[in-house]
């Protein structure tokens, strides 16, 4: 147990962050099985990251995302509907399952290059799983083991990962991380995760591209200037310009079907009010989510949601189509229907601090690694792409949107902590044998 709890303690981050975003789309809650090894591990050296974290100085941006991290897992448990109770603990417990799953991660902070792997895999697998289910098993949409939407933003998500750490990240790595099956490797991430969301057809999560192009973009300026912000962005979007181009000529027919289908579904609304095709129902849905939240503006409806909303269609405030969904499609609008402000105030929040953690501001970006810009700004699309994805769809209705999202967060913030050096230094400070990581955690591995 001894030798299994000092590799855990060496290697268990490393292998997390390659679990946690690389089996999400290839298994059933594939989402599940890294975050379910990442407790394992804090669980096993939870001595020694206790130890170890007494002894760091504090940090606003830890401490912070913690209490947020509670926060959160209370807003899911408790209702604040017309009969206030609590919900089912399942998502309580993954949140607070997520302290010391950050705590482990912080003390042992995990070999950076690793990350790449990651996001390459998770964006590998959402492309082979959609080819095998579109052309083997000839399935409509793809939708992996979720469903399509879900499973085609994380796809998007990851995809668009494994595509920035190819143009930003891959140069910094060392090592065999730096070899060119890395790069074939991130390459077909980028590809693959940018098929599966194609291949799922899921129109809503395109909208975060233009929010994505304004994270680079913003991020490459703040972080290295102008001229070096000119050069990357047009490397960027021509690489992406490529990719979708690529993947549109080759689905050209489809992707020009549900362009249209969209412009029809608008029209339809706009002039007959039709609310039972996929746009129609999402206007409706906003509308009626928009009159409950006004209703109840300070804590929502909570579990009376349901019951409201067919209360409302009953009175012909709402078309019917609605009540087929337990959602309002919107992730703002639906928060405010749910928990009133003081959701959106949190849910703000949750959007919020990450990217005010990952934005390279200039004057800490001046002194920083390429190799820490470049997990900056990947990190960053972690938030950004779930605001521009939760325009149409309600992540945190699913599991599998927590759980993307929420450790996702953690891997990614720790390893910014520790490759800035946030993490490992102290550890080299304690002279206690038995929790020091070892030569895996050497500056020079770091760097």
Not at 190 to 218: E, F, I, K, Y
Not at 364 to 382: D, K, N, P, W
Request: some cysteine; hydrophobic content about 55%.
């Amino acid at each position: 147990m001894q030798r299994l709890r000092d590799w855990i303690w060496r290697h268990g981050s490393t292998v997390a962050v390659i679990t946690v975003p690389g089996l999400a789309l290839w298994l059933p809650s594939g989402y599940s099985w890294g975050p379910v090894w990442l407790l394992l591990c804090a669980l096993l050296t939870a001595d020694r990251w206790w130890r170890v974290l007494r002894h760091q100085p504090g940090d606003w941006r830890w401490t912070t995302l913690s209490v947020l991290m509670v926060l959160m897992a209370f807003l899911w448990w408790i209702d604040t509907g017309p009969h206030p109770g609590v919900h089912d603990t399942d998502l309580l417990l993954k949140y607070l399952c997520a302290l010391p799953c950050l705590a482990f991660m912080l003390a042992a902070p995990p070999r950076t290059g690793a990350l790449w792997l990651g996001v390459a895999a998770g964006g590998i697998g959402g492309g082979v799983t959609a080819l095998v289910q579109r052309y083997g098993l000839h399935m409509d949409r793809a939708q992996g083991y979720t469903m399509a939407i879900q499973f085609g933003d994380i796809s998007l998500l990851l995809g668009l990962m494994a595509l920035t750490a190819l143009a930003l990240g891959w140069r910094h790595a060392t090592g065999w991380l730096r070899s060119r099956v890395v790069l074939v490797w991130l390459a077909a991430g980028a590809v693959l995760g940018l098929t599966g969301s194609l291949l799922s057809q899921s129109r809503g999560g395109w909208l975060a591209l233009p929010l994505m192009w304004l994270a680079w973009a913003l991020g490459l300026w703040r972080g290295q200037g102008w001229r070096v912000c000119w050069r990357r962005m047009v490397s960027l979007t021509l690489l992406l310009a490529l990719i979708a181009g690529l993947l549109t000529a080759l689905q050209l027919t489809e992707v020009e079907h549900r362009m249209e289908l969209a412009r029809t579904e608008v029209s339809a609304y706009e002039q007959n009010g039709q609310a039972d095709t996929s746009i129609g129902q999402r206007f409706a849905h906003w509308r009626v989510a928009l009159i409950m939240g006004r209703e109840r503006p300070l804590l929502g409806w909570g579990d009376g949601y349901a019951a409201e909303k067919a209360r409302l269609v009953a009175a012909g405030e709402g078309n019917p189509a609605i009540l087929l969904f337990d959602h309002a499609h919107n992730e703002w609008l639906d928060m405010f229907a749910r928990h009133g402000l003081i959701g959106v105030a949190l849910l703000a929040a949750w959007f919020g601090l990450p990217i005010l953690i990952f934005f390279p501001w200039r004057r800490a970006a001046a002194a920083e690694s390429g190799e820490v810009f470049a997990i900056r700004i990947t990190g960053l699309l972690l938030p950004v792409i779930y605001l521009g994805c939760g325009l149409t769809q309600v992540l945190f209705a699913h599991n599998s949107g927590h759980m993307v999202y929420l450790y996702e967060l953690v891997i990614w913030f720790a390893a910014l902590r520790g490759a800035a050096g946030g993490g490992a230094a102290p550890l080299t400070r304690l002279d206690v044998p038995t929790i020091t990581p070892g030569v895996a955690r050497s500056p020079a591995d770091a760097a």
